[in-house]
């Protein structure tokens, strides 16, 4: 069973800093599976990047997704207030095996 | 535009069925491809994959949760369906439906594209 580990788990950033989220596979997983998504404070998550890299439809090109192997990490360049959420990883390993980090909060 | 709302009580009694039911706007539930999906969040806490249905009834469970869980789709009401038996406090949590589409860029890959706005639903006597 693939484990997601999401560093760190709280991170405090002014807007126009840049953001660096970290996703840590327990095992080597395919980059095409792994997605990022965005969730507010009471709302439903939002799909950022799938593919690790590829920006969902509507998403600004300061969200970058990067890596591969074990190693995954979502950049958003020039945070904006909105930005502002909670950064959740998820890899695909099959019909029965969605897995989700932990999750990390960005805040102000 | 793609809609998506849960609906159900919020409130179960310790042993009993959980029942929460997603009613799909402005996309068909029969769409070819098209996969439906429950995910619940903990309060606080992260998100958890429970099960996916096809419009032909097919369907694929967190094995977790597998012995405990049945999805179901009525295609004519273009809705979807879950129930959890036997539940705990540990199953209080919002639950979400969302769609899955399968994006293809080499390989089909999923992406929870839509979502529900969630339903809380805690288990208390």
């Known amino acids: 069973e693939i484990v997601l580990t999401q560093s760190p788990d709280t991170l405090s950033l002014s807007p126009g800093n840049r953001a660096t989220l970290s996703c840590r596979a327990s095992?080597?997983?395919?980059?095409?599976?792994l997605a990022w998504y965005q969730q507010k404070h009471g709302q439903a998550p939002r799909l950022l990047i799938f593919g690790a890299s590829t920006r969902a439809t509507g998403i600004p090109d300061r969200f970058t997704g990067s890596g591969s192997g074990t190693d995954f990490t979502l950049t958003i360049n020039r945070l904006e207030p909105e930005d502002f959420a909670v950064y959740y990883c998820q890899w695909y390993g099959g019909s029965t095996e969605y897995t989700f980090g932990q999750g990390t909060k960005l805040q102000i | 535009q793609v809609q998506l709302q849960e609906s159900g009580p919020g409130l179960v009694k310790p042993s009993q069925t959980l029942s929460l039911t997603c009613s799909v706007v402005?996309?068909?539930?029969?769409?070819?491809?098209?996969?439906w999906t429950w995910v619940r969040q903990h309060p606080g806490k992260g998100l958890e994959w429970i099960g996916n249905i096809y419009h032909t009834g097919t369907t694929y469970y967190n094995p977790s949760l597998e012995s405990r869980i049945t999805i179901s789709v009525d295609t004519s009401r273009n809705h979807f369906s879950l129930k959890l038996d036997s539940v705990t406090a540990a199953d209080t949590a919002i639950y979400y439906c969302?769609?899955?589409?399968?994006?293809?860029?080499?390989?089909?890959?999923?992406?929870?594209?839509?979502w529900g706005q969630g339903a809380l639903v805690t288990v208390s006597s």
């Open positions: 095992e080597s997983i395919s980059s095409t599976y």
């Open positions: 969302a769609r899955v589409r399968f994006h293809f860029s080499g390989q089909l890959v999923p992406l929870f594209d839509y």
């Open positions: 402005g996309a068909s539930i029969s769409t070819r491809g098209d996969y």
